[in-house]
């Protein structure tokens, strides 16, 4: 992969990183629960954390970063999606955030599984944990309000 093809990549995925902080600084900033307030700035927080990661990144050698050129990186396959807004009820907010948590450890997974050197493949494997553990966690509050339980 050419250097510049790296950094384009990288790029992509800081993108995604500042759409997903700025949704979820903008719906911890309006909810009124001081749980879904606080799990709202923490993945806010952790979103900031892993677009600093990326912009590192930036300022390392991309060209040390192997890559099987004969794959399709699909990077431009979850491209046009809805844009995040924090004007959504929020179980279709959860939808939507949950999605965007899929599509961005399904990117870091495929990079990591591409990657030729196990610095960038540890690097990738990394981001893609941190994307499923926001997808649990989203999960487990959508289950509670998509499907409360009545006695």
Do not use: C
């Not at 902080?21 to 806010?44: E, P």
């Not at 494997?125 to 553990?133: F, I, K, T, V, Y």
């Amino acid at each position: 992969m050419k250097a510049e093809d790296a950094k384009k990549i990288i790029s992509t995925a800081i993108d995604r990183e500042v759409e997903a902080y700025t949704f979820y600084r903008g719906i911890a900033d309006k909810v009124k629960d001081a749980n879904l307030k606080k799990l709202f700035a923490d993945l806010a927080g952790e979103e900031k954390t892993h677009r600093e990661f990326l912009q590192g990144m930036l300022t390392k050698d991309v060209s040390k970063m192997k890559f099987d050129p004969s794959h399709d990186y699909k990077i431009a396959d979850a491209l046009p999606s809805p844009p995040l807004t924090a004007d959504l009820k929020p179980i279709d907010g959860l939808v939507i955030a949950i999605r965007k948590e899929l599509e961005a450890m399904q990117m870091y997974s495929q990079l990591a599984g591409l990657a030729e050197d196990t610095e960038t493949k540890l690097l990738f494997s990394q981001l893609a944990n941190m994307e499923r553990g926001h997808k649990a966690r989203l999960e487990d509050i959508y289950t509670n309000m998509a499907f409360p339980e009545s006695w």
